[in-house]
């Protein structure tokens, strides 16, 4: 039966409305679209096309089937980031300047869950009425969000994050302007130092790309063993091991947590313990890590200041059980500086502050600025500048 939508194409247009029956009836069918099949299909409709426009439909058939159909230029382009998809004629790309609308078009909401639910089935993850979301990474690295109505209002949803092609070194995000020459010399001292460090900031604002390039300056001889709900640390390092959460299955069984990888991690010998974001109890794991001869760990955090950050890490060690005081304690002891990041209104996104963190005269935490990196690459000296400067130079 021919695809939803397939034959929705004016009548005045013959060519048009040929190439969509030839479209939807191979399509459905189990054969290849090769240029071949596609002239052949052609003919027995009575009619031809020219060489150029066959080619041109088989090549759009091979992305419908096996590719990213309508999205397939898009992430071909170096440029581009994430892919989102609203509705089957709203497309959004981002290009590092925030987020354009893409002149492309899926045919119907047809089209956009079956490549949905295409894409899920290359996760070996299930997307129906019975699991209408997903969250997963592609061969490849490139992650898959996708969400089904009704739970999405209308038309499915469709989210892709573009791996990097290459790991940004912290010379090329000098040279990007998203961190002056003197915030990158702070930055690589305190890797080299060893110091334990939370990067923080919104939702895309770069946390995971710088903390791929910082991990690109960890010593070589030291074995770095990254923890992520979805994999995408890829740091210039010679000695890196990946280890990914995994969701549970349909029956609700087989889940594998951070928290719980984690643990694992600390038992792999890692000179570094990385987790890509604390979101949850791990943290907690994470800082005694930090306490316990894992010097140099590292992690991201959503908050929208530094000042966030306290209150953040309260939420997320009470989600482990841990006290207010004890925690208190165990991050003095273990964070040695908080990295805050920014995504300016132009999309630019860049490295703002390099904090520490201290008692509040109220006896609970405050991040106090130690430098101020200004968008137009002056690095001001804060008040919490000459501790961060012992935490380099110990």
């Not at 994430?82 to 492309?104: Q, S, Y």
């Not at 699991?131 to 089904?148: E, I, K, N, T, W």
């Not at 001889?221 to 992520?228: D, F, I, K, M, P």
Request: proline share 6%; net charge neutral.
């Amino acid at each position: 039966m021919p695809r939803a939508g397939a034959e929705a194409v004016v009548d005045a247009d013959p060519r048009a409305a040929l190439i969509a029956r030839v479209r939807a009836r191979l399509l459905d069918s189990d054969t290849p679209p090769s240029p071949a099949v596609v002239a052949a299909a052609v003919r027995r409709e009575g009619r031809l096309l020219p060489e150029a426009e066959v080619v041109a439909l088989a090549a759009s058939l091979d992305a419908a089937l096996h590719g990213l159909g309508p999205l397939d230029a898009l992430v071909r382009d170096p440029a581009v980031t994430d892919v989102l998809v609203n509705a089957p004629a709203e497309v959004w790309v981002d290009r590092g300047v925030g987020l354009e609308r893409a002149e492309v078009a899926f045919a119907d909401d047809a089209a956009v869950r079956s490549l949905a639910q295409r894409l899920a089935s290359r996760c070996g993850r299930r997307l129906d009425d019975a699991s209408p979301c997903v969250d997963a990474r592609l061969p490849g690295g490139m992650r898959l969000h996708a969400v089904l109505p009704p739970v999405s209002a209308g038309a499915t949803l469709l989210s892709l994050r573009l791996a990097r092609r290459a790991a940004f070194s912290l010379d090329d995000l000098v040279d990007a302007g998203a961190l002056p020459p003197l915030g990158a010399e702070w930055l690589r001292a305190m890797v080299r130092a060893r110091c334990a460090f939370v990067l923080t900031g919104g939702t895309g604002t770069g946390k995971t790309t710088v903390l791929s390039a910082l991990l690109g300056e960890v010593d070589p001889a030291h074995r770095v063993v990254t923890v992520e709900d979805v994999c995408e640390l890829r740091p210039a390092h010679p000695h890196v091991v990946s280890l990914e959460a995994r969701a549970a299955n349909v029956e609700g069984a087989g889940a594998v947590t951070v928290r719980d990888l984690v643990r694992e991690a600390l038992r792999m010998r890692p000179d570094r313990l990385v987790v890509g974001e604390a979101r949850g109890g791990e943290v907690v794991d994470l800082l005694g890590a930090m306490n316990t001869g894992h010097e140099g760990s590292a992690s991201t955090l959503h908050a929208n200041a530094p000042a966030a950050v306290p209150a953040r890490l309260e939420a997320l060690g009470a989600l482990a059980g841990l006290d207010r005081d004890a925690l208190h304690a165990q991050v003095l002891a273990a964070l040695d500086a908080i990295v805050h990041l920014v995504r300016e209104p132009s999309g630019r996104r860049r490295v703002a502050a390099i904090g520490v963190l201290r008692r509040a005269s109220g006896g609970g935490l405050e991040v106090v600025d130690a430098l101020m990196l200004g968008s137009d690459g002056e690095v001001r000296a804060g008040p919490g500048e000459r501790a961060l400067r012992r935490a380099v130079e110990r």
